[in-house]
């Protein structure tokens, strides 16, 4: 029933929890967006998590072109 599988994060900050869930049939462009979102939820600021992925993503491109 790969299906029905679900991809569970649990943040734990305080004593405060909170629970995401998504299928585990993601494209890789749904799991940015997930990441992004927990993110956001954990209290980042949007800019910065979106100008972090943005230089780690450009890094990890270079060094996957640079072998």
């Keep these: 029933m790969i299906g029905n599988q679900i991809t569970r994060l649990i943040l734990e900050e305080n004593s405060e929890i909170r629970t995401f869930e998504f299928s585990c049939g993601l494209s890789t462009t749904e799991i940015v967006q997930e990441m992004y979102l927990l993110c956001l939820a954990a209290g980042h600021d949007k ?6 992925m943005f230089e780690l993503g450009r890094e990890l491109t270079e060094d996957y072109d640079n072998g």
């Design 47 to 52: 800019d910065n998590v979106a100008s972090a």
